[in-house]
Nanobody
Framework: QLQLVESGGGLVQPGGSLRLSCAAS????????IGWFRQAPGKEREGVSC????????NYADSVKGRFTISRDNAKNTVYLQMNSLKPEDTAIYYC???????????????????WGQGTQVTVSS
């Protein structure tokens, strides 16, 4: 199973930016669709963005469209989430996850996801 490690979280002021990274170890990441999910205190986990194995297809939650960009570098076994214009409501633990046979639509709903990282905290506050 794919092992995933997130990094890049931290504290940022509203309107600021962060770039999260999701690095895969062992098996090749380029067989997998990769998604970013988040969970805020007291709330259910939600899909943020997903990218296909090739990187051609992407999908975003309505709440982050136009602010977040997902990308991948299969040569480096890494997927990125560039987060701009951050808002306090973006505060959450962010997780990356992998799915072997999932579309970006199914991925965003958390379907057919088999591997999860440990998460990285993002806090947006002044």
């Amino acid at each position: 199973q794919l092992q995933l490690v997130e990094s890049g979280g931290g504290l940022v002021q509203p309107g600021g930016s962060l770039r999260l990274s999701c690095a895969a170890s062992a098996l090749r990441m380029d067989y997998y669709a990769i998604g970013w999910f988040r969970q805020a205190p007291g709330k259910e986990r939600e899909g943020v963005s997903c990218i296909s194995s090739s990187g051609i297809s992407t999908n975003y939650a309505d709440s982050v469209k136009g602010r977040f960009t997902i990308s991948r570098d299969n040569a480096k076994n890494t997927v990125y989430l560039q987060m701009n214009s951050l808002k306090p409501e973006d505060t959450a633990i962010y997780y990356c996850a992998a799915g072997l046979r999932t579309t970006v639509q199914e991925c965003l709903m958390g379907r057919y996801i088999g591997s999860w990282g440990q998460g990285t905290q993002v806090t947006v506050s002044s």
